[in-house]
Every structure is written in structure tokens, then in C-alpha cells.
T-cell receptor
Framework: NAGVTQTPKFQVLKTGQSMTLQCAQD?????MYWYRQDPGMGLRLIYYSASEGTTDKGEVPNGYNVSRLNKREFSLRLESAAPSQTSVYFC??????????????FGPGTRLTVL | AQKITQTQPGMFVQEKEAVTLDCTYDTSDPSYGLFWYKQPSSGEMIFLIYQGSYDQQNATEGRYSLNFQKARKSANLVISASQLGDSAMYFC??????WGTGFQKLVFGTGTRLLVSP
């Protein structure tokens, strides 16, 4: 049971290049999320998928697109990378709440640098 | 809109002492949940403790306790008997009420970096 996995762990891009960050969860969770973490800013929600087949914008969606490929996988795409997108990206998932303490489970993160 | 404020960018504590990390929140929703996460230098987000808005008692989990003052809208994390391994970033987060679904929208504070010295 791997939980939430993300690939790659590290990536360096040049301005204008595109790439896709992959995320998968094996907990049969309905909801998945993409966050970015910048120094002094905490985690900010980019996009989320409340259930398979749906995606919605979060707080900072500009410059990103997402695909909920199936229940397990949720990818984040940067079509034309910019230096402002240098950040650490976290994927998370959450399942049906059966207890108040149920929360999101986070992947290990992807450290992206755009030159 | 919901908001979480962590006013302490950094905190220092000596090993074996207790430390309090501050968190205040703002919401108009009467039903909400508050979380604390730890992020060590390795980067992963580790769930520590949860407090529900209707919980009568302050949450405790081992050396972690949450000082919940609803009228003041504060949810401070108390770490007792600090250990060197407690050195990390700590994030406070708030969840909107989402009973019956798997969807949870979390709003995070900016974090507090805790350094525990020998």
C-alpha cells in the first residue's frame, strides 16, 4: 500500500517548456488535489477533483491544467513553464469521511525549478 | 472566506521544554475542523492532530495537544518535552464542513519553523 505517489521527484525546465506531473493513489479515494508550496506562502490549492470525472479551479490555477485520468490518477500539466512556477508541488487525496479526523493524505512532493 | 494566520515565522526551544505554536482562524461556518501538520526537512506532510469545532475537549495526541479557544478563534499547538526530531515546519489548516462526501477543502497557514536545540 504505497498511499499517494508522485513522479518525478525533481525536475528542471527551461522557460516555455511543458511537462506533466503525475500523481496516483491506491486508497480508493474519490477526491484528489494539487497544491504548490512556496517559501512564506504555505500550501495553496491549484486544482482539485472532488470525484472522478470532475475538476475545479483552486486558489492559483493560472498556467496549469489538470486531468483526472481515472479514480487513481490525477495529473498536473504546465503548458509553458515560467520561472514563477518554480515551487514544490504536492498531490493529495481524501476519501469518504467516516471520522472527523479523516484528512487528506499527501504525496512526497515534486521539486520543480524553471530557469 | 476562510483564513488561517500563523504569526510566528520561527520559534526556538530547548530540548525537553514545551513550546506553543500559534494559529488563529477566521470563518463564518459554524462547523469546521482544524488540523496541524508537520513538515520535516525531508518534505513530506505529516498529520499531527485534529480539533473539531463542536468538540468539547481539547485534542491530545501523545506529546501534542491543541489549545482550542473558540471564542478567540485560536487553535494553538502545544508540544511538550520537545525533542530534536521535532525541528520542522508546522502548518495549521482549516477544513470546511464536508460530512458525507470525500471532498475536503483545506486552507493552510504560512507555517512556523521550529528549531529544537540540545
Amino acid at each position: 500500500n504505497a498511499g499517494v505517489t508522485q513522479t518525478p521527484k525533481f525536475q528542471v525546465l527551461k522557460t516555455g517548456q511543458s511537462m506533466t506531473l503525475q500523481c496516483a493513489q491506491d486508497m480508493n479515494h474519490n477526491s484528489m488535489y494539487w497544491y504548490r508550496q512556496d517559501p512564506g506562502m504555505g500550501l495553496r490549492l491549484i486544482y482539485y477533483s472532488a470525484s472522478e470525472g470532475t475538476t475545479d479551479k483552486g486558489e492559483v490555477p493560472n498556467g496549469y491544467n489538470v486531468s483526472r485520468l481515472n479514480k487513481r490518477e490525477f495529473s498536473l500539466r504546465l503548458e509553458s513553464a515560467a520561472p514563477s512556477q518554480t515551487s514544490v508541488y504536492f498531490c493529495a487525496s481524501s476519501g469518504q469521511r467516516v471520522a472527523s479526523t479523516d484528512t487528506q493524505y499527501f504525496g512526497p512532493g515534486t521539486r520543480l525549478t524553471v530557469l | 472566506a476562510q483564513k488561517i494566520t500563523q504569526t510566528q515565522p520561527g520559534m526556538f526551544v530547548q530540548e525537553k521544554e514545551a513550546v506553543t505554536l500559534d494559529c488563529t482562524y477566521d470563518t463564518s461556518d459554524p462547523s469546521y475542523g482544524l488540523f496541524w501538520y508537520k513538515q520535516p526537512s525531508s518534505g513530506e506532510m505529516i498529520f499531527l492532530i485534529y480539533q473539531g469545532s463542536y468538540d468539547q475537549q481539547n485534542a491530545t495526541e501523545g506529546r501534542y495537544s491543541l489549545n482550542f479557544q473558540k471564542a478567540r478563534k485560536s487553535a494553538n499547538l502545544v508540544i511538550s518535552a520537545s525533542q530534536l526530531g521535532d525541528s520542522a515546519m508546522y502548518f495549521c489548516a482549516m477544513r470546511e464542513s464536508t460530512w458525507g462526501t470525500g471532498f475536503q477543502k483545506l486552507v493552510f497557514g504560512t507555517g512556523t519553523r521550529l528549531l529544537v536545540s540540545p
